[in-house]
């Protein structure tokens, strides 16, 4: 039997989170590395019918002038990750998948995004139907030159600021006619390219904290074509270990008087956030966790700093303070040193084969069983790691027994 | 309806998780404190018919030249814990309760043992029947007196060194016929204690390392006469972190390189750990998790040692060196400040409350959903925290459907 | 020879510094303590002429409502610090002193500071002149109702706004004809509080970042009057290390490249510095040092937040990324746990003891060789905590042999 | 004027720190790195006449199977330092020098030494005059056949057990003699290198806490033939942040109550550590300068583990536990994040410029005003690096004068 044929689409595919995926799916292809980080690839997952690394082709889009070896030397040389030896046998693979960037299409940005959009063939248009058309057009003629059976859409750009939705954002009926007749829509562009690749019938999977397709009239769409989504915002560093750790202290009856977290970091990732504007969407993002996990709010403090040195070694500090039996009071402190880009890159490509198995599934809208991946998951109903994990394993052990 | 009356019976009475947990329930009783810390108390397991605070008599047994409020004064002068206000009110329960202390028994000590023993009518006995005998008259005396419904037995003694069991450990005719003819049988002073409680239909909660109950002759014993038993060493620090932290490691299928976990502290239990033989019980209790809970062995060290200036405020330093996609190498570090006593005082509280409802509902034998507590649980399949809580839940559910 | 009697005057006289200061105070002059912390103490002053502890009277302004037994009594509730024995001990002292207290006197003060002044006799005056002499009738006051050699003013209050001063503040001419004349005439509180110690002739001392005395047209009148003046912002903690660390980076050729340090407390100082127009005086203050101490300027960064479960507590976290021999990156994190106001404290009775030895030496002007007590030494010349250290043994050792 | 040719010899070329050093002077001779790192080209010391990385030829003494590019190339590998372009750059300069390595010479070696010396032509010699004559012929051979002006012998091997000299270890004569007749001499192997270097009136460094030079009959010895040494253990990070830390808390009159400290480190160093006889060496060499620089000891604890994971990366905590005013006790932690050998490179280099223009000052004997480099600093009055530091700047500054 043919192997299937699917694309990853990358928007921000010159990042270094889709240069490090882009790198690691190449050299998984290939048999030079161990399946580490990959989620997908644990026992709990192997007789699923995930595509293997070798049945994708990646294309995207990008703003900066840029192709997929960008990040990934950037990342290599500033930040000290990747045998030379690794990069040189995918060089290749990452030549090839260039070929298919297309320029990056901006509406209504903000002044961070325009500073770092120096791709001169970049598309800065006015009009949201101008501008979903053109996505469109690049998404299926990707799917149409490479005869794609399936294409999954993945925003991997920087973090937009936050939006507040209005009627127009209610259902998808309305949208689709303020989208054709008014110009200067207040719309992310998350949400632009998530509404264009999931009225392609693409699978649309947001790794940012954007709004993406988070938004009820898209949410409508995706089920009215039959189209699964997941999101959104990566869960890698401090809000992953806060997702085990509020849980502990709940179950002790340990009471959180405070929890203060503070994050540095020197990546294009960091760079974005030092803008007041897009660093409020992801504070909000890793901090909502823990009144809902804890059962109420203690006092907390999230901040994320560029600090450019660091690179892609993003540093976490926490200090978290609680109350023990007659009123005493203790300290944990947790200190996380974590190489960004390669926490992220392999969930990634988890998502991708999970999302589009679950496409092949006939799933559609949200999926709540890919909880565990996200800071602030759709459709979910648990921020705590361990349940949102065996919700996965419960979807696995469910399609296995129906795919048998 | 005429309440229950409950005998808390302390083996190291005088220790200060002993001296907390009496403390703890004066307060409590009377009001003055807030529940934090204990976890019976959750709304998980509000509506079981679990004893409340003025439900329990104390006694206990103690070879040290002290009383109840000993270790109270002791830990409020030397760590800064503890209201003066509070100590004051509790007082006269401390002083009633000390009344039923009877002069601990030393079976084949060793010299760390020995040294701490200064309580002049000490009872240095070299047969074990005659120490097994003297035990249970103490403990029927208790209840005899104080005409109590159920007796739970607690071993808050010190960390007795490594037990190697043989044939008669085996089973209980074996064990009983050596108890009863040969002098100087080889026998943990926990074991025997654990013998004598079990043999008199009381249930026994070991919160130490040492072997306690945790014999197959012991196992018999209590099926036999339809006892429950709980154990061994309560797990709550930076074992505790360890089993949520090594499975999150494990579902993010990053591998760990290495874990070295580095424990001071200065209180009498870190005393007794300073003598090596003491010592070896603990950190083969605090290491051994990890490969369960990562399905390999990654390189692992653990320390334990005394720190006077520090008194009962353990400290810990966690290193965890692990490898994500690519090779990537990273570090996780935590550093726990916790007052140990007061840690594990609220467990203590909560595990003779459970442990009583389950005699009174006929559980016999080692208590599987009482897991969580422990870092060498009995009868335990997981070192998962959040499984071994949700053992918990199920049995409260379980419990709560039967009762009403 | 009878014994000298000295004033004590703090501004600020109910905060935590001033009511630690106090009870340091009363109980070391009942030979309740050692002498730890006070570093007037250390071998190389023993030979001055350093006035004892029970030379000492303590008055003081302050705004809010309270007495010199209400920061103990706080501290001790909240911070868990003070033996109730000490306190009980001193507590006469203690209420003596409070009746030398003195409502404060508002001049153009900050909404933080006005949310502060719940007392209701406090002075709010609109004329600089008017707060200016009301100052100097308390002061007199004190003096002279209690017989006193000297006074010695002492700035505890909250920090306020960076002030920026113009030509007025250049002469004492003009700034006294300014003060008489000038209503609203722009002039922080504390240095209206300094020029009227200084014009009385009282020795100030400033421990705060507040200008206090660090205006030319202040110096000239401290000549002028033949008074020393110290300051500006203990260095109790993190920035202490920093004095220390720093030099040796620079010693050892290593680069630092990023140096992050991020502070919580939740004392009134912690609450005052969460209004950012107070903590922008107290950042600078912290960050200055490190060009002076590098010879070039790192990226970094410095938080100051208020964490209410802390109290007194101050957690600090430092993060120095720097680079060694063949561009290899390094890390050293420091976490510093301190009693902020336990800290300052014995440090307010070292100054007090040296400043007034200075001014019956006759010293004038800012004093360069307390440099090491200071955030931002007033006429000092390096940061570097070892040297600033060696000035205070090289004056104590010039004075010890010109007064044998 | 011709360039003066200075030979350094390297006992344990095939180290990583010997490599380190070596690829950093190829680097540094090329002009292809910063001199970042290096103490020796800060300002202060700028106008000595030093000789200039290209006057150096490098030799060597090694038991193992490599050459100077193996270190590199494992540094390079397991813990990613070095830009590979490089590492090729340098690999011509590497190459030549590994032609003037010979095979060590072992004398009375460790169990542990034994286990590392694979490389087999490696000399085991019994008679103690035998090991000596054939360093001497392998050094002088070195000088004549390279036409060298000094000679800078370098003790870069294992750290031997500890060592407890005789009568026979106290005069040059005594030893001369039992050299000479006593088969089987106690005598460590880095003394007798020591000896052999100095014989020849070759200076000697010793960077490790093994003997070496400081045998009062080697003193003696260097002083006869007028040769300077210095030693012994580098001072790079955890001992080198006490001898900051220490003086700053004694300054203040903080009570240091504990100083725990624990170090983890994978590269061969802790390999050989992880033998208790060796490791004692190096513990003592840590944990002695405490009570001098306090002026009373603590408690305290060093522990040094292998973890293999680290390679070359070694992790420092330290928890040090002080009193300061009124009894309140504070915290201060440090985590130290090294490339070990990275941090040694560049003293290696400094302190052969330093002695090799030391000795044609004409400068004899141990050299104190070395001090700040070291652990335990020979003939030095004082462990504060900050003193320690000023008298390498006043060296510097005397010499320049006589100089000029």
Known sequence: MRQRRIGLWLIGACGSV??????????????????????????????LDLDPPDAFVVGGHEVRQADLLT???????????????????????????????????????????????????????????EAFLAIQ???????????????????AASTEPPFQPD???QSWDVLRRALEHEADLPLPTSSLYACAALDCGFPYVNLTPS??????????????????????????????????????????????LSWVGHNILGNRD?????DPENKASKVKSKDALLAELLGYKPQSLVSI????????????????HFEGFLGTKMTLQFIWQ??????????????????????????????????SFFKNPLAATTHDFTYQFALLEQWAARHQSRSS
């Open 137 to 155: 057009a690049d998404l299926r003629d990707f799917q149409n030159r490479l005869a794609l059976e399936q294409v999954i859409v993945v925003n």
């Open 167 to 169: 009627d127009r954002h």
């Open 305 to 320: 700093e560029y600090v450019e040195s660091l690179d892609d070694w993003k540093t976490a500090w926490d200090h978290i």
């Open 71 to 129: 990040p990934v030397m950037e990342l290599h040389t500033r930040s000290r990750v990747f045998e030379p030896a690794l990069i040189d046998a995918c060089r290749s693979d990452l030549q090839a998948w260039s070929a298919h960037l297309r320029p990056g299409i901006l509406y209504r940005p903000n002044a961070a995004v325009q500073a770092l959009s120096n791709r001169p063939d970049v598309r800065r248009l006015r009009h949201p139907l």
């Open 338 to 371: 974590g190489c960004d880009s390669l926490l992220a890159a392999p969930l990634v490509l988890d998502l991708v084969r999970l999302v589009a198995l679950a496409q092949r599934c006939g799933e559609a809208g949200a999926l709540p069983w890919l909880a």
């Open 211 to 256: 709004r993406g397709a988070s938004l009820p009239a898209l949410e409508e769409l995706a089920c009215l074509r039959r189209v699964p989504h997941a999101g959104q915002d990566l869960k890698t560093g401090e809000t992953l270990l806060k997702s085990v750790l509020a849980p502990l202290f709940a179950r002790r009856h340990l009471r959180v």
């Open 270 to 274: 960091g760079w974005i956030l030092n």
């Open 18 to 47: 889709s240069g490090a995926a882009c790198l690691g799916l190449a050299a998984w292809s290939r048999g030079l590395i161990p399946t580490t980080g990959l989620v997908s690839t644990l026992p709990s997952f192997q007789h």
